[in-house]
């Protein structure tokens, strides 16, 4: 199985960070997207960073990167996305109340999709975050998000907490924030594969 990992933004991107500038969503979301990375190489698996460069990749280059890389790997089930992010409800200049941790799929999504989303909530439910949720019953959340829509593989964007709640952000930055966001991405991605292999 090939594992993509994209992180959401670059360093220049406007926005994107705490109302403080504490956190910035590119610095972040490329941390904790390479130490998905190496974790999971560590563990035998073949992961690597959709995006190498620090710059802002427009989201039609990372498609096509995507979509290159999983048709050289053969069928588009043997190759799955995960796109890192951090959420926002305001606008980014003053501190908010919203809270949770979601996971989206497209609404043209496969059945793998799906079902990659479901082990990422059920990874961070065993890890004590609130999982937002659009629907009763569901783990994830249905947009038409590029990363998710317009990719052939296996596809989820996961957004982790919110940079404008001030008690999400200082975990966000702790050390211990990063070890469990690294757990929870390497685990679900573990969990579907799991499921995929015993098929």
């Known amino acids: 199985m090939k594992i993509l990992i994209d992180n959401g933004h670059g360093f220049e991107t406007p926005g994107k960070r705490s109302p403080g500038g504490e956190l910035r969503e590119y610095s972040w979301t490329r941390k904790i997207a390479s130490r998905v990375v190496e974790q999971l190489c560590s563990e035998g698996y073949?992961?690597?960073?959709?995006v190498a460069e620090n710059?802002?990749?427009p989201l039609r280059t990372r498609v096509a990167r995507a979509n290159a890389k999983t048709r050289a790997n053969g069928v588009p089930a043997k190759t799955l996305l995960v796109s890192v992010h951090v959420n926002a409800a305001g606008n980014g200049t003053?501190?908010?109340t919203a809270r949770g941790w979601s996971v989206y799929v497209a609404p043209n999504?496969?059945?793998?999709?799906?079902?990659l989303a479901e082990c990422f909530a059920a990874e961070a439910e065993r890890a004590g975050l609130k999982v937002r949720r659009q629907q009763p019953g569901c783990?994830?959340?249905?947009?038409?998000?590029a990363m998710?829509?317009?990719t052939v593989c296996p596809a989820v964007l996961?957004?982790?907490l919110f940079m404008d709640n001030a008690e999400d952000v200082s975990l966000l930055l702790s050390a211990e924030g990063a070890d469990l966001f690294v757990k929870l991405h390497t685990?679900?991605?573990?969990?579907y594969i799991a499921g995929e292999s015993s098929k």
Do not use: F
Request: glycine letters at 6%.
């Open 55 to 57: 710059s802002d990749v």
């Open 148 to 150: 998710t829509r317009d």
């Open 139 to 145: 783990g994830y959340w249905t947009q038409p998000l």
């Open 109 to 115: 999504c496969s059945a793998r999709s799906r079902r």
């Open 187 to 191: 685990e679900a991605i573990k969990s």
């Open 46 to 50: 073949d992961a690597e960073l959709l």
């Open 158 to 160: 996961t957004e982790n």
């Open 94 to 96: 003053q501190w908010g």
